[in-house]
């Protein structure tokens, strides 16, 4: 006979088991004769056996009342019938197969073996509390039909000014207190064509939405300007500081790319290739906050840093400190900083350097200044 923690037998058939009607089932109806006789003989009611039963020394074919009323025999096994002060009878094997064959948690195992003994009113309300508990989840779930998406305009647009602002020549900060967000999204918001209207931005949800967008892709970006400054020190320098090991790819597979020492404007390229669709210019003030940017990473390198998380907050105090020694003092500094990198890296000529767009046209500029923004601006057309 199987046992009742065996796995064989499916709890999605007619039958889970170890159940009681699985037992129930392998026992015979009882004949309409037997329960007349038992009615007639008084069984259950205190009053004697008839004097019709078999004499004392004969054998009798029927097997005795108080045997069969006690116990029943299943596959030559004998097991208790259900107590009659709980119509559901001992429900622990079949609480332990069900547990076993679904492979419940401890913790749920326990709790469906308390809800086993339940009286039914128990069981009705117990079940009640569950509906009402699921109703509340469910209240609170978001129906995925209601997810917003972000517009392609809006998108194409977030694309381009979380790379335009963090080529700015003039932002003040790179991560600090959420800085280069709000200036992507006062640039978003000043143009609703693409999508980022008043009522995108008094709803939190959406709001959300586009500044999590916003933000994932700034960060996207540092990391990858960073990395562009990092294979720019040349393997040389990065040998001589101990921070080689910081050009190896974190995943093992990917074939490493050799850091190769670039001149500025170089650098400057590599920075506005990152966005193909419309790369900054390569003026001479763009080379000049690169130039200073790795001169910045350089120095963080001589520390001899476990990793390079810290690089943007670092980059962020300095500048901060260049600021209160006023605009002059900071600009000289940073010009200082450009010639360091040409003495380092190599020499550029004057004559290779773009012209800078008017600083009222660019958009991105005047946003990481927090200046506002003009109707005469160039945006990026949608």
């Not at 339940?118 to 469910?138: A, C, H, I």
Request: proline share 6%; net charge neutral; hydrophobic share 35%.
């Amino acid at each position: 006979m199987p046992s009742d923690d065996d796995d064989s037998n499916s709890l999605a058939g007619d039958t889970p088991p170890g159940s009681l009607v699985s037992h129930a089932q392998s026992l015979p109806p009882p004949s309409p004769t037997q329960n007349r006789g038992e009615e007639e003989s008084g069984v259950g009611s205190g009053s004697q056996p008839s004097s019709s039963g078999p004499a004392p020394g004969e054998s009798s074919s029927e097997p005795s009342l108080t045997s069969s009323a006690t116990t029943v025999t299943t596959s030559g096994h004998k097991r208790r019938a259900p107590d009659d002060s709980d119509s559901h009878g001992d429900l622990t094997q079949y609480v332990g197969a069900v547990a076993r064959h679904l492979k419940l948690k401890k913790t749920d195992h326990d709790e469906l073996a308390k809800v086993a003994v339940l009286s039914d009113r128990e069981l009705l309300v117990y079940n009640t509390v569950l509906v009402m508990k699921t109703r509340d989840r469910l209240d609170m779930v978001q129906p995925v039909a209601a997810v917003w998406e972000i517009p392609r305009a809006l998108h194409v647009a977030i694309e381009h000014y979380t790379y335009a602002v963090l080529c700015s020549t003039v932002l003040p900060t790179y991560v600090t207190d959420g800085y280069p967000v709000g200036a992507v999204t006062t640039i978003l918001s000043a143009n609703q064509g693409w999508g980022y209207t008043s009522d995108v931005r008094n709803n939190k949800l959406k709001r959300e939405i586009v500044e999590k967008r916003v933000g994932g892709r700034l960060t996207d970006r540092r990391a990858a300007i960073k990395l562009l400054i990092l294979f720019s020190i040349g393997p040389d320098r990065l040998i001589e500081l101990n921070a080689i090991h910081f050009t190896k790819p974190k995943n093992p597979k990917t074939q490493a790319t050799p850091p190769v020492k670039l001149n500025v404007l170089q650098l400057a390229a590599e920075i506005s290739g990152l966005y193909k669709l419309d790369p900054v210019r390569l003026t001479l003030e763009l080379c000049a906050r690169v130039a200073y940017l790795r001169r910045r990473l350089d120095t963080f390198l001589q520390t001899k840093p476990n990793n390079t998380d810290q690089y943007w907050r670092i980059v962020d105090t300095k500048l901060a400190e260049l600021r209160k020694q006023g605009a002059l003092k900071a600009s000289r500094m940073i010009q200082q900083a450009l010639r360091e990198d040409q003495d380092r890296f190599g020499t550029v000529d004057t004559n290779e350097y773009e012209e800078a767009i008017s600083g009222d046209d660019n958009i991105s500029d005047r946003a990481a200044e927090g200046r506002p923004l003009l109707s005469s601006a160039a945006f990026l057309t949608s």
